[in-house]
């Protein structure tokens, strides 16, 4: 049983340390059940718990990838669906074949891009500044988009050509038109690819693009004073 000077000492607890505590217990209440809904929404638990574990690098770029991406007429979240299978948003990353940067771009592609755009002096250390890298990676996927507009659903098929190239995306096409009667559908392409690392990397970025939707797209660029 408590004495008396105890009851006392609880008694003399002031209202505002309960008022913060309680102000405590409700903000990690309102943070878990935020958690919890991003969990359920995402369809992709371990995506959210990387992305929550590593906040800064999955989400530091949005600004710049909104207004690159705009730039080009690409929509953000296809442009960070590309970036996070391609560099999981690393921007000094170097792939296996040498591609460079965020959307691991080819030196092949850069300097193409760069002699499109009249950009003299181009080097490929230049692919690792993260506002380059995107411009060239945007440009390059935004003429694949456009080279297959005329599909009803053409972002598999760009996803397709960025990984692989155009001509092994003519030849799925030929294969799958073999296959199945037009109009050619984005899922019979898909089933034609016979690349299994090609056809994974569409088939991820899809439902990396889908979360980024579901969630409402990516933040507004931010403009200058």
């Not at 878990?32 to 530091?60: C, G, I, M, Q």
């Not at 074949?97 to 499109?116: P, T, Y």
């Not at 397709?160 to 296959?179: M, T």
Request: proline share 6%; hydrophobic share 40%; net charge positive.
């Amino acid at each position: 049983m408590a004495s008396s000077s105890d009851r006392s000492q609880i008694r003399r607890v002031p209202g505002w340390v309960i008022f913060l505590l309680k102000l405590f217990l409700v903000t990690v209440f309102s943070a878990l059940t935020a958690v919890a809904y991003l969990v359920v929404r995402s369809k992709d638990p371990f995506y959210v718990f990387r992305e929550l574990k590593n906040w800064s690098d999955y989400n530091r770029y949005d600004s710049l990838i909104t207004k690159v991406a705009n730039e080009h007429l690409l929509d953000p979240s296809l442009v960070k669906a590309v970036i996070w299978r391609e560099s999981r948003f690393q921007a000094d990353m170097v792939g296996r074949n040498n591609e460079r940067g965020l959307m691991q771009v080819s030196e092949i592609a850069a300097r193409e891009w760069a002699k499109s755009n009249a950009i003299p002096n181009f080097e490929p250390n230049q692919l690792f500044n993260p506002e380059i890298n995107l411009e060239i990676g945007c440009w390059y996927l935004s003429k694949a988009l456009q080279r297959w507009n005329f599909q009803p659903e053409p972002v598999p098929f760009a996803l397709a050509e960025y990984n692989a190239g155009k001509s092994r995306v003519d030849r799925w096409i030929r294969v799958a038109l073999q296959r199945n009667k037009q109009p050619l559908s984005a899922e019979a392409f898909e089933d034609s690819i016979d690349f299994p690392s090609t056809a994974h990397y569409v088939r991820t970025i899809l439902a990396r693009y889908d979360l980024y939707k579901r969630r409402g797209g990516l933040p507004p660029a931010e403009t200058g004073s």
